[in-house]
């Protein structure tokens, strides 16, 4: 039986250096695709799917997502050494924020409401989301084994034995998991440096990660403007697609 999930963490902290000029004066979260920031149509899928705690760990230009708090309920914290650390170090940093079992997100990234459902449905405690090929020139593959059992992941295709799936950027996890992941920065500095995801390699002897591969997943990552450029052009259009048909199938009456 899954168990009830009702937190997520957004990671928010990044500069988002590749996708100057554009966030010298906004976060990436900020960017805006089909009239609607990447950020505000986050949350509003989060809230739709139940998850009523959300906390994004900012940094670079926090000001803008305090601005947005009293509209869309949620907390934040503060990674104040965001220009010198990585994604690991931001999620760490929400160890006394979080209670039990959450969603960690990314802030740039576009998807359909379903990648939410599929893993707060899922039984697996740790349950990282993973997409079919994307095509998009910045793939992250993830290897697992026959039973779907995370094993690593890397940019460099010819670095993992087999491609099981790309990382989406949406992963579920339990709060013993967090706590591994803090107890492996506390122990070397080295690994403020890191990814996230990268961290779940090194907690594996003690938490098992199972990888939900959903093939056909709409969805995007933005980090420089041939991203934004694909986000606009082709996976938005695609998005209100996948909707479009959801109403049509679901409540709209079929003549007899």
Same mark, same amino acid.
């Given at each position: 039986?899954?168990?009830?999930?009702?937190?997520?963490?957004?990671?928010?902290?990044?500069?988002?250096?590749?996708?100057?000029?554009?966030?010298?004066?906004?976060?990436?979260?900020?960017?805006?695709?089909?009239?609607?920031?990447?950020?505000?149509?986050?949350?509003?899928?989060?809230?739709?799917?139940?998850?009523?705690?959300?906390?994004?760990? =900012?940094?670079?230009?926090?000001?803008?997502?305090?601005?947005?708090?009293?509209?869309?309920?949620?907390?934040?914290?503060?990674?104040?050494?965001?220009?010198?650390?990585?994604?690991?170090?931001?999620?760490?940093?929400?160890?006394?924020?979080?209670?039990?079992?959450?969603?960690?997100?990314?802030?740039?990234?576009?998807?359909?409401?379903?990648?939410?459902?599929?893993?707060?449905?899922?039984?697996?405690?740790?349950?990282?989301?993973?997409?079919?090929?994307?095509?998009?020139?910045?793939?992250?593959?993830?290897?697992?084994?026959?039973?779907?059992?995370?094993?690593?992941?890397?940019?460099?295709?010819?670095?993992?034995?087999?491609?099981?799936?790309?990382?989406?950027?949406?992963?579920?996890?339990?709060?013993?998991?967090?706590?591994?992941?803090?107890?492996?920065?506390?122990?070397?500095?080295?690994?403020?440096?890191?990814?996230?995801?990268?961290?779940?390699?090194?907690?594996?002897?003690?938490?098992?990660?199972?990888?939900?591969?959903?093939?056909?997943?709409?969805? =995007?990552?933005?980090?420089?403007?041939?991203?934004?450029?694909?986000?606009?052009?082709?996976?938005?259009?695609?998005?209100?697609?996948?909707?479009?048909?959801?109403?049509?199938?679901?409540?709209?009456?079929?003549? =007899?």
């Amino acid at each position: 039986m899954a168990k009830k999930i009702d937190t997520a963490v957004i990671l928010a902290a990044g500069s988002g250096i590749r996708l100057r000029p554009k966030t010298y004066n906004i976060p990436k979260g900020f960017v805006e695709v089909g009239g609607q920031t990447l950020i505000e149509r986050s949350l509003k899928i989060l809230h739709s799917n139940g998850i009523k705690n959300i906390i994004i760990g =900012c940094g670079h230009l926090s000001k803008m997502y305090e601005e947005i708090q009293g509209e869309y309920n949620f907390d934040i914290y503060k990674n104040i050494e965001y220009q010198v650390s990585g994604s690991l170090y931001t999620l760490v940093l929400a160890e006394e924020l979080v209670s039990d079992d959450f969603l960690i997100l990314e802030s740039d990234i576009m998807y359909e409401p379903r990648s939410i459902k599929a893993l707060v449905e899922a039984s697996e405690e740790n349950l990282i989301l993973a997409s079919g090929p994307t095509q998009s020139q910045d793939e992250v593959y993830i290897e697992a084994d026959e039973n779907m059992r995370f094993v690593t992941l890397n940019k460099n295709k010819n670095l993992v034995k087999q491609v099981s799936g790309e990382l989406v950027g949406i992963t579920k996890i339990s709060k013993d998991t967090l706590t591994s992941l803090c107890d492996l920065v506390r122990s070397d500095e080295a690994y403020k440096n890191w990814d996230y995801e990268r961290g779940f390699t090194q907690v594996l002897d003690k938490h098992e990660f199972s990888v939900k591969k959903i093939d056909d997943l709409v969805w =995007c990552e933005i980090d420089d403007e041939n991203h934004l450029k694909r986000a606009k052009e082709l996976i938005y259009p695609k998005l209100i697609q996948k909707v479009s048909l959801l109403y049509l199938l679901f409540f709209v009456p079929i003549a =007899c």
